[in-house]
């Protein structure tokens, strides 16, 4: 008798740990039907592909992936992800607070200032660094593992991959003043109901300009980026006991159904079962 295939949300899981709060972990075992839409996040991401073959998009770099790849994000690059048509996908995700990295690297002397460096790696298909993932992602997720073991497993397996990762050109420079601006002021006030007008006028910028600089530059539409702020705000109030009214309402959107599909089309799964 066939056995059944766990839904696809069922075959998805997060850890968090209340005494590690700077790292987060996502586990996807069937990811036939887990399609992400262009977003960034607030962390540093880091993650191995288990199984099947996707497309990865990461700015304006596309690469297709399969088993034992290796993928990073950094903090605010808009990416993508989706199976490849006909093919299942499995992996594990990382999401690491950045002021955390960042003092792994000024330890490693890669950050004079002690703040976060982009890495200009965003795709690795070493052996040696899917293993390592995979021995610090079983002692972090294992529900026998004290804490002293986690946090020393966390900075041994971060430094040596910051170290070796570090290598290679550096990444694309940052934003123009005004449209860092233009981001800053939308990231400011992503829980209002923003115009187009308000952040041309926070950046000095025309409205022709702002739509074609900000969609080159960040790879959104402000609309877009807009949004994608909104749901990282919503991802941290729900590690909380808010109700998901509430939730959606504090994060910016007209009503909890509004709020659902986007977070569902950003994150591949729904609110309720990201805060499980």
């Known amino acids: 008798m066939a056995q059944t295939r766990p839904a696809p949300q069922q075959a998805s899981r997060f850890w968090r740990d209340d005494a590690l709060p700077f790292i987060e972990s996502r586990t996807v075992a069937d990811g036939r039907q887990v399609c992400y839409e262009k977003h960034s996040h607030e962390t540093f991401s880091l993650g191995v592909i288990d199984g099947g073959h996707s497309h990865y998009l990461n700015g304006n770099q596309r690469h297709e992936i399969a088993a034992g790849s290796v993928l990073m994000m950094n903090p605010g690059e808009v990416h993508a992800c989706a199976p490849v048509r006909g093919a299942g996908w499995a992996y594990r995700m990382l999401y690491v607070d950045q002021d955390w990295l960042g003092a792994r690297q000024a330890e490693l002397g890669l950050s004079p200032h002690g703040d976060f460096q ?18 610090f992602h079983a002692v972090l997720t294992a529900t026998d593992s004290e804490q002293l073991l986690k946090e020393s497993v966390a900075v041994q397996f971060f430094s040596e991959a910051l170290a070796a990762l570090a290598h290679g050109k550096p990444p694309r420079p940052g934003a123009p003043d005004k449209l860092a601006r233009a981001a800053d002021f939308i990231h400011s006030h992503a829980t209002e109901s923003l115009t187009l007008q308000q952040i041309c006028a926070a950046a000095s910028l025309s409205p022709s300009y702002l739509i074609r600089a900000f969609s080159q530059h960040y790879h959104m539409t402000p609309h877009a980026y807009l949004l994608n702020c909104r749901i990282q705000h919503a991802r941290r109030l729900l590690r909380g006991r ?12 007209a009503d909890q159904a509004h709020f659902q599909r986007v977070f569902k089309r950003l994150t591949a799964v729904t609110p309720g079962h990201y805060r499980r």
Do not use: K, M, N, V
């Open 118 to 135: 982009p890495l200009a790696c965003q795709l690795s298909t070493d052996p040696r660094l899917y293993a390592a993932f995979t021995r």
């Open 242 to 253: 808010q109700p998901l009214a509430e939730i959606a309402h504090a994060s910016g959107f």
